[in-house]
């Protein structure tokens, strides 16, 4: 009989450590970092927290030196952000076939290569003081591109690092990384943009990839949980799509993420209209509580990684972390004064990471490993693709009802569809989703 093989260290069987301990016989604090006992995942882990700080102080001064550049134009602005959302919804898919295609790690060590690209040559450009705003798009344009591909490959890729059991781990321990980075990030590109200007800014960022790169190419290949490799064939997207849309527990799944994403999770713009719009606020008051809904999802993102030793997420956490998620959010928009807001904010966040985190280890458990790339594809489209609708409906509610008004929409949305979601999988009588069992094969 043939093992799964997302179950292997390459062709050998994966060790006791892996499939017989529990992780629930370990330490609380143990457990809660497990999946660091991959060296792998340790090397990948320690290059990502340097990265996404890079990542965040390069976002803020992008969007600072756009301003400056036009002349203070939101236009301008709202264009840099598309052309590098664009990508994201015409690649994503096509990425998701080439994750299932090719090594992830040299495919890792290729795209994180031209991001660190782009950063340096915008930094380069404006520590010069040559910098004109066709270039900021273009490199805009250029960096969508590199994450709209490598977004699914880094994705699909952690499970191959850590292996299934210690998935849920490690998508929990990416989310903390990610919620601190988004904390630290903003704080100290802030200092540095009025202290030496944004091309340091992005000439830092740059230098951070070393720590991602350096953390690929150190990695033990042999270590890693690898799934068969997918051979190069015609109709390979055509078939992860089929794939999806027989399995009716994927596609609620996905259809809930696609809906919550869309209308509840356009906090950069709700905040903002919330903070401005209806109290009469500054920056920074939009700054505080942007920070107070960072602390909720890093709240959340621990309390996802003391759940991860309990096993794959149940439908129900998922189910309930949207339903939680939806009526805070809708709480939020209603209240009267804006610490109060704030102060909603942060349990609002620890639901939003629960559901998100609960999602993606969700999808990537019940997966074939062959189809793990595409499907990972696919989910990040329907998080992502959304946006180009959110956006302007977020905006135009706040025309019409005031800036309360896409708060207390996007959360009743997330209540329907996760009761909606609920009432389907009650009515197929599922409430987790099944881990992918291979076939067995007759020698």
Not at 409 to 435: D, E, F, Q, S
Request: proline share 5%.
């Amino acid at each position: 009989m043939a093992a799964d093989a997302d179950d292997q260290h390459g062709t050998q069987p994966a060790t006791p450590t892996d499939q017989s301990t529990s992780d629930s016989a370990k330490p609380r604090w143990r457990a809660m970092f497990g999946s660091l006992g991959e060296r792998n995942y340790r090397l990948y882990a320690s290059g990502q927290v340097l990265s996404l700080t890079g990542v965040w102080m390069q976002r803020v001064a992008q969007d600072w030196l756009v301003l400056d550049l036009a002349h203070g134009s939101p236009t301008a602005l709202g264009f840099a952000a598309a052309l590098q959302f664009i990508p994201t919804v015409l690649l994503s898919l096509w990425a998701g076939v080439l994750a299932d295609r090719m090594d992830k790690r040299k495919l890792l060590l290729v795209l994180e290569s031209v991001l660190g690209l782009c950063a340096l040559v915008l930094g380069l450009l404006t520590v010069s003081g040559t910098v004109v705003l066709w270039q900021v798009y273009v490199l805009c344009f250029a960096l969508g591109v590199g994450t709209a591909i490598e977004t699914p490959v880094r994705q699909s890729f952690v499970v191959e690092m850590v292996g299934k059991s210690q998935l849920t781990n490690a998508v929990a321990l990416n989310s903390m990384t990610f919620n601190l980075a988004r904390m630290v990030g903003p704080a100290i590109a802030g200092v540095m943009i009025t202290a030496v200007g944004s091309g340091w800014v992005f000439l830092i960022n740059a230098a951070t990839f070393v720590g991602v790169l350096g953390g690929l190419w150190l990695m033990d290949p042999k270590r890693l949980y690898l799934p068969e490799r997918v051979p190069r064939a015609k109709g390979q997207l055509r078939e992860g799509l089929r794939y999806v849309s027989k399995r009716a527990d994927l596609i609620t799944l996905l259809v809930l993420v696609f809906f919550i994403s869309t209308f509840g999770l356009n906090f950069y713009v709700t905040l903002a209209l919330v903070a401005r719009n209806v109290f009469s606020s500054t920056a920074s008051a939009y700054g505080l509580l942007s920070t107070l809904l960072a602390i909720g999802t890093l709240t959340g993102a621990v309390l996802a990684a003391r759940r991860s030793g309990r096993g794959s997420p149940r439908l129900r956490v998922l189910l309930g972390g949207a339903l939680v998620f939806g009526v805070l959010e809708a709480i939020a928009g209603l209240m009267p004064t804006l610490w109060l807001v704030g102060l909603v904010l942060v349990p609002t966040g620890a639901a939003m990471l629960t559901f998100t985190t609960a999602a993606n280890s969700t999808v990537q458990l019940s997966v074939s490993p062959a189809m793990r790339g595409r499907v990972m594809g696919i989910y990040m489209l329907m998080m992502l693709g959304g946006n180009p609708i959110g956006g302007p409906v977020s905006g135009w509610l706040a025309a019409q009802f005031g800036g309360r008004a896409p708060m207390v929409v996007g959360g009743i949305i997330a209540v329907l569809v996760a009761c909606t979601g609920g009432l389907v999988l009650a009515a197929r009588g599922k409430y987790r989703i099944p881990p992918f069992r291979a076939r067995p094969t007759v020698s």
